[in-house]
Nanobody, 124 residues
């Protein structure tokens, strides 16, 4: 069973950048899909990116397309989320999740394994 740990959150000014990391242990990520999600206070958890490790295809909702980039690290057990041009509305707790079936999905129900969240706050 894979265990995930998200890290890299923090406080950043509007327009700034952050890179989040999702590090896996207990299992190789080969064949998995890794999703990044966020949840703001009082809101539902929403998907902000997905990468299929089988072919490195990536998916984003319109709200972050062109600003967020998901990638797999050279070590293969880490997935990154590069977030640029951050806005106050990007403020949320960010989670990474793993789907062992490797589907391309931005829906929470597709994912079996979840890491703990990391807080991202965008504020001046």
């Amino acid at each position: 069973e894979v265990q995930l740990q998200a890290s890299g959150g923090g406080l950043v000014r509007p327009g700034g950048s952050l890179r989040l990391s999702c590090t896996a242990s207990g299992s190789s990520l080969d064949g998995y899909a890794i999703g990044w999600f966020r949840q703001a206070p009082g809101k539902e958890r929403e998907g902000v990116s997905c990468i299929r490790t089988s072919d490195s295809r990536t998916y984003y909702p319109d709200s972050v397309k062109g600003r967020f980039t998901v990638s797999r690290g050279n070590a293969k057990n880490t997935v990154y989320l590069q977030m640029n041009a951050l806005k106050p509305e990007d403020t949320a707790v960010y989670f990474c999740a793993a789907d062992p079936r490797g589907r391309s999905s931005l829906f929470t129900w597709s994912y079996d394994y979840w890491g703990q969240g990391t807080q991202v706050t965008v504020s001046s």
